[in-house]
């Protein structure tokens, strides 16, 4: 007991190293996707997600898309699957572990097992320069899930139907004619776009704090595969207060998509091949 007491200290005070360090992979070539950006694009859809509602919308590889904060402060809740095969979505758990718990220009969104490849690159942030924030807060964030009926239920006792999951899960349906029931199952964690969020200090607990965002910021993306994309606007708002209710201001979220017509394989670009893992797995057969 004494010894442990005695090298309580050293053993705390040992330094962390990096769980995944990235360096061995290219940073996204932000000049390449500008000059992509730059040139020979037109708008293909605008959209608008009306409050405490979800929608989907289709980018082809080599697009791009841009979600714009409109009338007031809101959070948006984000999902991505690739366009030919649902059960390849986005990974929100390995995407906060090879880039951090928030994500911002030059960052991926990697795509689930066993295909962990690049979905989307992050090609501008106006909320770049918020950093992190005094309470340990910054935005945009990989650790949230999304807000949903199950975990209002669990603790409220109530049900609440317009939650993010519930939102996006009836988006999906709508959109690939699915029923409810196959739809929710591929509805998942999520990017928290314009979302403010940290954990506290003393209790290591996941906060929120009011969104930093104000109507004319945006985030744009580049389209790396062919994507159906799910964005929810929260009936959180900009989650100041509460969610899984409809107690908070909320205001809609703009959507516009661009498609590219220069060969950008010829500029330089290519589309991220699906992991090469063999998938043996060490088995025998
Ligand atoms: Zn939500």
């Known amino acids: 007991m004494t010894r442990l007491h005695e090298d309580r200290e050293s ?15 290219p940073k996204a070539d932000l ?10 694009i037109s708008k ?18 080599g697009g791009f898309f841009r979600i714009i904060s409109v009338e007031g402060p809101q959070v ?27 994500i911002t220009s030059g960052h991926r969104m ?35 899930t999304r807000c949903d009926p199950y975990t209002k239920k669990l603790l409220s006792g109530e049900q609440y139907h317009y939650c993010c999951h519930s939102n996006l899960t009836r988006a999906l ?20 776009v314009f979302m403010c969020t940290g954990f506290t200090r003393d209790t290591g607990q996941y906060f929120m704090k009011a969104s ?6 945006y985030l744009e993306f580049f389209s790396e595969i062919d ?28 959507v516009q998509v661009f498609e590219s017509s220069q060969d950008l394989v010829e500029m330089g670009w290519h589309e991220p091949i699906p992991n090469a893992y063999d998938q043996s797995h060490g088995g025998l057969c």
């Open 212 to 217: 930093p965002v104000r109507p004319g910021d």
């Open 173 to 192: 349906a709508q959109f690939c004619e699915i029923r409810l029931e196959e739809a929710e199952r591929h509805v998942h964690d999520v990017l928290n």
């Open 76 to 102: 948006g809740d984000l999902n991505l699957w690739s366009a030919h095969n649902l059960s390849e979505r986005f990974y929100s758990g390995k995407t906060r572990a090879l880039h951090g718990s928030h």
């Open 110 to 144: 990697w795509s689930s097992f066993p295909y962990l490849r690049p979905m989307a690159t992050i090609i501008e942030d106006t909320l770049g320069w918020y950093g992190i924030d005094p309470f340990g807060g910054s935005v945009h964030d990989v650790i949230g």
């Open 31 to 40: 000049d390449l996707y500008k000059k992509i950006r730059g040139a020979n």
């Open 11 to 25: 053993r705390r005070n040992i330094e962390p190293v990096i769980c995944y360090p990235v360096q061995s992979q």
């Open 44 to 61: 293909v859809q605008e959209l608008r997600v009306p409050p405490r509602d979800a929608r989907c919308f289709y980018v082809p590889k």
């Open 227 to 254: 994507l159906i994309v799910g964005l929810s606007a929260c009936p959180g708002g900009d989650c100041s207060t509460e969610h899984s209710s409809d107690a908070a201001a909320c205001f809609p979220l703009q």
